[in-house]
């Protein structure tokens, strides 16, 4: 999913706030009557730039919460944030979910939906334009703007992965 360099390593002095993004309850019919259990997507992030995803599953709602909380501490990665924007347009398509953001100027706030709005808060975007386009399933769209944050690269990345001083990424 995302590259070596921006996987984050969870230890304690990070404060991480997390999100429910969405509850599934899901129902087995046996012999004896129902059973219900429940799957819970959570996003986790310390709204600067770092997040992560996870899902729980469990007998109990708060117990699949909590185990959704865990799984989002181990998938950490670190994202670029310039202003409380993103630093370029991106589209990327994760299952049926296809998903586009655009940096907006100051003061634009966030215009995104559902999970897509979680995952931009809990990773600290201020200003985003963003659409979600085909699926509206909860996990294929977290997953899908994860995969888009974790693609971006601000221009002190793209400058040292080139070989090249900032001045000449921008002016050529």
């Not at 944030?81 to 347009?89: A, K, Q, S, Y």
């Not at 990327?92 to 559902?114: D, E, N, R, W, Y």
């Not at 334009?129 to 899908?144: E, F, I, P």
């Amino acid at each position: 999913m995302a590259g070596n360099n921006k996987k984050v390593r969870n230890n304690n002095d990070i404060e991480l706030k997390d999100r429910l993004v969405a509850i599934n309850r899901v129902t087995k019919v046996t012999k004896g009557g129902r059973t219900f259990s429940f799957s819970a997507i959570v996003v986790v992030g310390d709204e600067n730039g770092v997040v992560g995803w996870g899902l729980g599953k469990a007998n109990e709602v708060t117990t699949a919460i909590a185990k959704g909380v865990e799984a989002a501490k181990k998938n950490l990665v670190r994202v670029p944030i310039l202003n409380g924007t993103i630093p370029h347009e991106q589209v990327t398509k994760f299952g049926g979910a296809q998903i586009f953001m655009k940096p907006a100027s100051h003061g634009t706030g966030l215009v995104a939906g559902g999970a897509m709005r979680a995952v931009l808060e809990s990773a600290g975007v201020t200003d985003v334009l963003a659409k979600s386009k085909g699926s509206a399933n909860a996990h294929n769209l977290v997953k899908a703007t994860i995969n888009a944050l974790c693609e971006m690269r601000d221009a002190r990345t793209v400058a040292m992965q080139r070989g090249v001083t900032l001045d000449k990424v921008f002016n050529g």
